[in-house]
């Protein structure tokens, strides 16, 4: 069973900096694309940052100067950057992931629990 775990969550004053980190674990042949997205209250889950396996990257316009997106070495982790926090930026931020458990299965979407980033003075 694949699992994705995210950690770095936490309170910050508005203008600070956070970074979230998600590994993946389990059984895992190979991972495609990973990302980012974010639920505040009251509002549906949406993408913050994606990056494939080949290093390509999208953010949300919202974020876009602000957020960095990457992956770790052995393409098993990624990694959120934010700098310059808004109070707007609040939400629990869920880990997603493409992932093969085998040479013959196809991709499949797997998420993380989430963790929470509160952006408060």
């Known amino acids: 069973q694949v699992q994705l775990v995210e950690s770095g969550g936490g309170l910050v004053q508005p203008g600070g900096s956070l970074r979230l980190s998600c590994a993946a674990s389990g059984s895992i042949f190979s991972i495609n694309g990973m990302g980012w997205y974010r639920q505040a209250p009251g509002k549906q889950r949406e993408l913050v940052a994606g990056?494939?396996?080949?290093?390509?990257?999208n953010y949300a316009a919202s974020v876009k100067g602000r957020f960095t997106i990457s992956r770790g070495n052995a393409k098993n982790t990624v990694y959120l950057q934010m700098n310059s926090l808004k109070p707007e930026d609040t939400a629990v931020y869920y880990c997603?992931?493409?992932?093969?458990?085998?040479?013959?299965?196809?991709?499949?979407?797997?998420w993380g629990q989430g963790t929470l980033v509160t952006v408060s003075s």
């Open positions: 997603n992931a493409d992932v093969k458990e085998s040479r013959d299965y196809r991709y499949l979407e797997v």
């Open positions: 990056i494939t396996s080949g290093g390509v990257t």
